[in-house]
């Protein structure tokens, strides 16, 4: 099974599992859940077209529908796809999914006003060329592309291991993906085990603006942030309004990184 495959049939293993994880319930009595962070750089979408790669489950993607952007969500996972339509049906929001790797995206998809992917999205990337042709492809001119997502730099640490804070894996992309055959607790629910072992790609943070700058985008804004969206180390402690550090650590070492970019 080639990686992309296997890693498919771990999205659509803990889809559900997100299902339940997610603050569904939140979404579902009308609250957005985009941070305050991704508001003050992309924000206003209201009245926009707005394409959403990597949307998973869609509850990023119908929060931006309630925060009034016109929405298309595109996802590999088709249990993943099948969850947010039926999300954006009880929703009742006009949000269209397509099932798609944003690698190989479908003709037709015409061309939109932003272009939005976050929050864990840049490991499962074999190819960051294509990736970045994809989002100028689909941008219309004068658009806007924003990324929220892990730092390159937080991935290189034992991510296994409470006690410890060591380098475990490389800052610069590799040929081959990263393959464990650990046992890791999902990132949303620590009570569940994944079945389905993945593989990642490691790109670094010049990869990443190069291959925007490659595609013809013009780069607006690159910030760093001492905090996550997700408990990606086993030591890391949550924050009262919601983000990740490492205590002892605070603006020592960056998490997350957020880049804007225009056609």
């Known amino acids: 099974m080639k990686p992309e495959d296997t890693n498919r049939a771990h999205w659509d293993e803990i889809a ?30 209201a009245g926009k077209r707005l394409l959403h790669l990597q949307c998973h489950i869609g509850t990023d993607t119908l929060s931006l529908a309630l925060d009034g952007a016109q929405v298309t969500g595109v996802d590999f996972s088709p249990q993943s796809i099948r969850i947010a339509r039926e999300l954006a049906q009880r929703m009742n929001i006009p949000a269209e999914f397509v099932l798609a790797n944003v690698l190989e995206l479908p003709e037709g998809l015409g061309e939109y006003d932003l272009v939005y992917t976050s929050q864990g999205v840049l490991c499962w990337i074999s ?3 294509r990736w970045a042709e994809a989002i100028a492809c689909h941008l219309k001119p004068g658009g806007t592309f924003y990324i929220f997502e892990t730092h390159p730099t937080l991935m290189m640490f034992d991510d296994n291991q409470a006690s410890s804070f060591h380098v475990r894996y490389p800052y610069f992309h590799t040929a081959e993906p990263i393959h464990d055959e650990e046992d890791y607790p999902d990132y949303a629910d620590s009570t569940y085990i994944p079945q389905t072992r993945t593989y990642e790609w490691q790109w670094s943070l010049a990869d990443v603006v190069n291959a925007l700058i490659g595609s013809g ?3 607006e804004l690159l910030n760093e942030h001492d905090k996550c969206f997700y408990k990606a180390l086993p030591g890391m402690k949550r924050t009262p309004d919601g983000w990740w550090i490492l ?17």
């Open 127 to 129: 190819d960051i060329r």
């Open 16 to 45: 559900p599992v997100h299902l339940k994880a997610y603050r569904v319930d939140r979404l579902l009595a009308g609250v957005s859940l985009i941070d305050e962070i991704q508001k003050g750089e992309l924000y206003p979408v």
């Open 247 to 263: 205590e002892g650590f605070e603006g020592m070492i960056p998490m997350a990184f957020s880049l804007r970019a225009r056609k």
């Open 217 to 219: 985008l013009t780069i």
